[in-house]
Nanobody
């Protein structure tokens, strides 16, 4: 499985961005998907996850109420809508796939990773 994330950029605090992650292969709809983020010197942090069907989602505590995850299996794409962005949301955002359970927040349990897209929020 190959994952290609896009949509990062520079935005002012309070603004919005939408990230996309396109997955290759026919098995996209059979894989839970998620987003993580990382800043220099820190561990990779869970942001959001979505089940194979898209019916269930899980959001990280720091982004609840501001970020939304959804997927379009016909397009092999998972999205992360980020609203009311804060300076502390600045990070490289990675999409990931195929954990044992969609709600697994542990980095090491996700089997596939995209290359990351940089989100910079100016204060």
């Amino acid at each position: 499985v190959q994952l290609q994330a896009s949509g990062g950029g520079l935005v002012q605090a309070g603004g919005s961005l939408r990230l996309s992650c396109v997955g290759s292969g026919r098995s996209f709809s059979q894989r839970a998907m998620g987003w993580f983020r990382q800043t220099p010197g820190k561990e990779r942090e869970f942001v959001a996850a979505i089940s194979m069907s898209g019916e269930s989602t899980l959001m990280g505590d720091s982004v609840k109420g501001r970020f939304t995850i959804w997927r379009d299996n016909a397009k092999n794409t998972v999205y992360l809508q980020m609203n009311n962005l804060k300076y502390e949301d600045t990070a490289v955002y990675y999409c990931a796939a195929d954990p044992p359970y969609y709600s697994n927040r542990e980095v090491g349990r996700w089997n596939y990773w995209g290359q990351g897209t940089l989100v910079t929020v100016s204060s």
